[in-house]
């Protein structure tokens, strides 16, 4: 009896001392969220497709930002950028880390741009395609 008093003491210390460290890692649980598509392939460079994205706080996630159009794409969202965790961005499986958000993200040819990061603040978040907002390319992230 005594043993396995002592094992089960034992097992539950380990796993209290690895919660914290488990309970930090939230990335590696990340949901892939709908690609934000900026333009297309049959040359109508104004579309977007998914303008409003929701989420969770507390969730990690993993957003595409596809530019397929031919327009220089300069992407803001700046109030969204404070209100995440950034994990990492990744352009051509180059991954960028730092402890501050970006201002924007500029593409000048399509390709993609991958966020991993995890939703903080709620809130409505604007995101638009300055210069092109008049265009239709405007959004929001909505994060519940």
Do not use: C
Request: charge should be neutral.
């Amino acid at each position: 009896m005594k043993r396995t008093i002592r094992a089960a003491t034992l097992a539950l210390a380990a796993m209290l001392a690895a919660g914290p460290a488990l309970a930090l890692d939230l990335t590696k649980k990340r949901a892939n969220l709908p690609d934000l598509v900026l333009g297309n392939e049959e040359g109508n460079d104004f579309v977007v497709e998914n303008k409003e994205i929701e989420l969770e706080s507390g969730k990690a996630y993993r957003l595409r930002i596809v530019a397929k159009g031919r327009q220089e794409y300069k992407f803001y969202a700046t109030e969204f950028f404070r209100n995440i965790w950034f994990n990492q961005i990744v352009i051509q499986h180059l991954e960028i880390h730092g402890s501050g958000p970006p201002d924007h993200l500029e593409f000048d040819d399509p390709g993609e741009i991958a966020l991993e990061f995890v939703a903080i603040k709620p809130g409505e978040y604007p995101w638009t395609v300055r210069g092109l907002e008049a265009k239709g390319m405007a959004g929001k992230f909505i994060v519940k």
